[in-house]
């Protein structure tokens, strides 16, 4: 297997290990059912986005949802049911087996709820960032610093 070192890219920032370890566990190898259970990510409005599973078949009580340091944790376990084992399937084209999804969150990414309808997981997520870290104005010679209002400037000729 080739590894890859990113190193020389992260020698001149700071505060960027976050960045380089999603970059290493990207390059992985994945588990061989990582098509299993599909899957779309999609914006809802500004700042706030879903995540929807299709995953017919589970119960609530099968699903384990967590989000820990950035990292979003879906997880179906199906109980082995005696009722298979008595059946006698010709075809079984139903995937019915437990899966572990996980989803990188951006930083001040933070999740708001789940629903499961229909065979649907969807698992809705904000995006709100700190006053502390929204742009400021630096006055040069000054102590103060005010918030930057987005309004574009007005250039006057001289």
Do not use: C, W
């Not at 990113?6 to 290990?17: E, Q």
């Not at 098509?35 to 409005?45: A, H, Q, S």
């Not at 649907?120 to 102590?143: C, F, H, Q, T, Y």
């Amino acid at each position: 297997m080739t590894t890859i070192d990113f190193s020389p890219l992260f020698r001149n920032s700071v505060g960027y290990d976050r960045m380089a370890h999603m970059l290493n566990s990207t390059l992985r190898t994945e588990q061989p059912s990582q098509g299993y259970p599909p899957y779309n990510i999609e914006v809802t409005e500004e700042n706030h986005y879903a995540i929807t599973l299709a995953i017919a078949g589970f119960t609530e009580s099968e699903l384990d949802i967590q989000s820990e340091k950035g990292v979003l944790t879906i997880r179906g376990r199906k109980a082995s049911d005696t009722e298979d084992t008595e059946r006698n399937f010709l075809y079984r084209g139903i995937a019915n087996r437990s899966f572990e999804r996980k989803f990188n969150l951006a930083d001040h990414v933070e999740v708001t709820g789940a629903e499961l309808r229909d065979g649907i997981l969807s698992v809705g997520l904000v995006k709100e960032v700190p006053d502390a870290m929204k742009p400021r104005k630096i006055s040069i010679n000054g102590k103060s610093t005010q918030p930057l209002d987005h309004q574009p400037r007005t250039v006057t000729a001289a």
